[in-house]
């Protein structure tokens, strides 16, 4: 089994920035992708970043630029750098990990952006 537990979200003004974290603990295998994803009230849930075990990295076209998602290998940690945030970023972020054909998720951490 594969537990993840986000970290970091919090209130902050735009423009500003915040950094998520990820830890993922249990059965975690070398190969795998973690991301993190958000979801705005009344929304779908959405894609932010992903990066693999070997650090290749995509990123929605809404954040690139502002957002860098990076992860530590030896901790099994994600982390996701939110630079330049604007109001419409507020959301709860949800770490992902999917490995070996199985998808994980976090409980999710709300970062809110005030204009």
């Known amino acids: 089994q594969v537990q993840l537990v986000e970290s970091g979200g919090g209130l902050v003004q735009a423009g500003g920035s915040l950094r998520l974290s990820c830890a993922a603990s249990?059965?975690?295998?070398?190969?795998?992708?973690m991301g993190w994803y958000r979801q705005a009230p009344g929304k779908q849930r959405e894609l932010v970043a992903v990066?693999?075990?070997?650090?290749?990295?995509n990123y929605a076209e809404s954040v690139k630029g502002r957002f860098t998602i990076f992860r530590d290998n030896a901790k099994n940690t994600a982390y996701l750098q939110m630079n330049s945030l604007k109001p419409e970023a507020t959301a709860v972020y949800y770490c992902?990990?999917?490995?070996?054909?199985?998808?994980?998720w976090g409980q999710g951490t709300q970062v809110t952006v005030s204009s």
């Open positions: 990066i693999t075990s070997r650090g290749n990295t």
């Open positions: 249990g059965s975690i295998s070398s190969i795998n992708v």
């Open positions: 992902h990990l999917v490995q070996r054909g199985q998808h994980y």
